[in-house]
């Protein structure tokens, strides 16, 4: 790049790799920090993303392929005590509620739209730049190096992942367990339509999460099938397992600037994006959508503003976080939410909730509305 970057990325992980890749179609002149090294480990995980980011993603040719996309046209979500709520695309008239998306798979494509984007310029340090945006992750450094509060709630609760392969095939059925301690079960489709691959969540009790992991491969398979009550037959674990502490957290300031240089002139101006910014529970497949849709609503300010104004404006950048801030605010709420109602087990609770899931399975318009929040299409 002969000229000096515009915008200097920190963290080349998901939510960064997208937002340059939006920020060089509109011509901006990109730093994309990736330190080298990084971690040899595949992620094991599947994403539920909805149509927003996926149409986010064709848009940058880095949707993956149908192997590795694979949609949900069914959901099927179910309390401890008979409650349900069935979800399905054809009754809200589109094609699929989400789709599975194999994380490696999606690392691939974004990475192959980088290396083929002249205006982005991978590199391995930090250089400044008139704004910096930080996109490294929930436990950013450059977060804490700027003293920005990080108001974090930890739920007791750890989410294991992981890759099955069941008896019977998923029938392109996302399904859910959510039980009367609390803990959630999900088993998502892989492998496109037809297919027998899984990918697992569970959220289970802080302190059974080890016992869960140590246990060997049939004894772990045992107990997704007891929890699952045997809806999809027996299992074969095809993956490693993998762990993560469960937290909800979000910056107090998502924007800022950066203190004076030594040589007195004032610094350039700093935003977070995606887990940098905030982390929501698990539950209900959003962290990254979420992550998703701050690059493209930092992208659409960058975009529009008016020619005479630096990609650095602190103007542009509030708008971004008002924008941004009520979203993720409203999706924190509803999981935390959700993720309550399932942890208290004192009457009438528990009875309440099924009771609430089977009205609510018969609500025809606050259920279409729930549902094309969770798409993305509201
Ligand atoms: C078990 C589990 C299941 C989930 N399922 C879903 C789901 O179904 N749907 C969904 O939408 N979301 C889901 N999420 C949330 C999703 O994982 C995150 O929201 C998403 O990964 C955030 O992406 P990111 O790019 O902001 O951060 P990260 O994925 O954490 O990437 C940050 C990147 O920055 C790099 N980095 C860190 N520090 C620095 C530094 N100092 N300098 C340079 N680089 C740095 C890291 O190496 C990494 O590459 C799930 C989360 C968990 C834990």
């Known amino acids: 790049m002969a000229l000096p970057p515009e915008v ?21 002149r990109v730093a994309l920090v990736a330190p080298a090294g990084g971690t040899a480990r595949k ?10 980011s996926k149409a986010l993603l064709e848009s940058l040719r880095a949707w993956p392929d149908a192997a590795h996309a694979t949609p949900v046209r069914e959901m099927l979500v179910h309390g401890d005590g008979g409650g349900r709520v069935h979800f399905q695309a054809r009754r809200h008239a589109v094609d699929a509620l989400a789709w599975i998306v194999d994380v490696p798979a999606l690392e691939r494509q974004l990475a192959d739209a980088v290396r083929f984007a002249p205006q982005v310029e991978v590199v391995d340090s930090p250089v400044a730049a008139p704004l910096t945006v930080v996109c490294e992750g929930r436990a950013s450094a450059t977060r804490e190096l700027l003293g920005v509060h990080h108001e974090v709630t930890r739920y007791p609760q ?18 859910q367990w959510f039980d009367a301690q609390g803990e959630v079960l999900a088993l ?3 492998g496109g339509p037809g297919s027998r691959h899984l990918a697992l969540v569970w959220s289970v009790d802080q302190f059974r999460a080890p016992e869960l992991m140590a246990l060997d491969a049939d004894a772990f398979c045992e107990r997704v099938r007891e929890a699952c009550g045997g809806a999809l037959g027996a299992f074969t674990l095809t993956s490693e397992r993998a762990a993560w502490p469960l937290q909800r957290a979000t910056a107090e300031r998502w924007i800022g600037r950066f203190p004076a240089g030594d040589d007195g002139r004032p610094g350039g101006t700093w935003a977070l994006a995606g887990d940098a910014a905030h982390t929501v529970h698990p539950l209900a497949g959003q962290g ?9 609503g930092l992208a659409q300010v960058i975009r529009s503003r008016d020619y005479w104004r630096s990609v650095g404006d602190e103007r542009l950048l509030r708008r971004y976080e008002r924008a941004r801030r009520a979203d993720v605010l409203a999706m924190g709420l509803a ?15 528990p009875q309440l909730r099924n009771w609430g899931m089977r009205g609510f399975d ?3 318009l606050i259920k279409n509305w729930i549902a094309r929040q969770a798409m993305g299409l509201a």
């Open 288 to 296: 990254l959508n979420l992550g998703l849709a701050d690059a493209a």
């Open 188 to 190: 998502l489709p892989l």
């Open 8 to 28: 200097c990325i920190r963290g080349a992980g998901i939510v960064g790799r997208t937002l340059a890749l939006l920020l060089a179609r509109e011509r901006v």
């Open 158 to 175: 750890h989410a294991i992942a992981a890759r099955l392969e069941a008896e019977t095939p998923h029938d392109d059925t996302a399904r």
């Open 43 to 52: 992620d094991v995980r599947a994403y539920a993303l909805n149509a927003a």
């Open 362 to 364: 018969r609500t025809r």
């Open 335 to 349: 999981t935390d939410g959700l993720q309550q109602l399932f942890s208290h087990t004192l009457e009438p609770l």
